[in-house]
């Protein structure tokens, strides 16, 4: 298929975005107001400018949108909370649905505030992230299972991020892994790609997308030593992707290993968020083509585009089909 006719599939397409939802809140600070606090003599970093996105599951659901899937929409918690009703705003004015995230009182919205020097547009001051680390409450897991467990079937596509890196508190917990596992099993012709930082090993039944340092680290905690076919047929999955950045992505199916490889892009403006872009595409593709190695090249083909824009950007289906006429 040719990449007109992939992409003109993707309205046909409804896909459900399972696992940590974070707000992104972007803010510009001006240094000529850093006048120290009179109470505490503290310098201030005065903020002038705030900007709001979906961030870690949400940049997955900001690239579906943009690539025009025909339904998004997100399954995590939030907590009631300010962030949190910001956060729901923005999924909204993405056209992403926000009905099925599990709003409590219990946890905080998961958020990244990053700091920018308005006199030269970069993040130079700390970040502030707003985080869980405690287990999520009994009665929200159940919530969340219980919704994933109804609304799975209305799906033709889910991706799951798995982006918390502390030891709890995210949102994919071990009975989310296996309510997605049961489901992966009963319905084997939809795809389940799961993005894990920290625990692709306890997945089962579903395709995995770690990058390289992932993935190396996952096998020698497993196994003792890099087998990528290994990895794959420990976890069940009808696939595994290992991200290579600007190098390109190795696919291991029952093919074996190839290797596909992505556009040179020699100076990336900001290669923040571009594995959730490709998992976008690339989960995107596959529904349309069920080929790893063409959801693959797909899935390339959008992160070299949101590697040259700031933040966690997107890509427009005229973008992707204008990168594929720069490829020889």
């Known amino acids: 298929m040719t990449i007109e006719e992939i992409l003109a599939q993707f309205p046909k397409l409804s896909v459900l975005v399972v696992g940590d939802i974070c707000l992104d809140r972007w803010c510009t600070y001006d240094p000529a107001t850093a006048e120290p606090s009179r109470e505490t003599n503290i310098p ?89 680390t405690k287990p999520m409450p009994e009665g929200v897991e159940r919530e969340v299972v219980a919704r994933l467990r109804e609304f799975f079937p209305a799906f033709d596509l889910i ?13 994919v917990t071990p009975a989310v892994r296996e309510a997605l596992a049961e489901l992966a099993a009963a319905y084997p012709d939809k795809l ?30 497993l196994l003792g030593k890099i087998d990528y076919p290994a990895l794959r047929k420990h976890v069940g999955a009808p696939f595994l992707y290992v991200t290579h950045g ?5 696919v ?34 596959y529904a349309v083509t069920r080929s790893a190695a063409t959801a693959a090249r797909f899935g390339n083909l959008v992160a070299s585009i949101t590697v040259m824009k700031k933040g966690t950007g997107t890509a427009s289906p005229a973008e992707v089909i204008a990168a594929d006429k720069l490829i020889p």
């Open 44 to 132: 201030r970093i005065g903020v002038v400018q705030v900007e709001v996105t979906p961030g870690a599951g949400g940049t997955i659901s900001n690239n579906l949108a943009a690539l025009g899937a025909g339904r998004v929409a997100v399954l995590g918690v939030v907590g009631d909370d300010g962030f949190g009703f910001e956060l729901a705003r923005a999924l909204q004015d993405r056209g992403i649905e926000s009905s099925l995230l599990v709003k409590t009182s219990a946890m905080q919205t998961f958020t990244y505030t990053k700091v920018i020097n308005s006199t030269n547009g970069v993040e130079d001051m700390p970040r502030l992230d707003f985080i869980n």
């Open 192 to 221: 389940v790609l799961v993005d894990s930082r920290l625990r692709v090993p306890l997945f089962r039944n579903v395709a995995v997308k770690p990058n390289q340092q992932e993935a190396e680290q996952a096998c020698k905690d």
């Open 252 to 285: 291991v199916d029952d093919a074996g290993e190839a290797w596909v490889p992505t556009r040179e892009i020699k100076k990336p403006v900001d290669i923040c968020g571009a594995g959730d872009s490709f998992h976008a595409g690339s989960g995107l593709a």
């Open 159 to 171: 991706l799951v991020g798995d982006q918390a890196e502390t030891n709890a508190g995210g949102v």
């Open 246 to 250: 600007g190098k390109g992505v190795l």
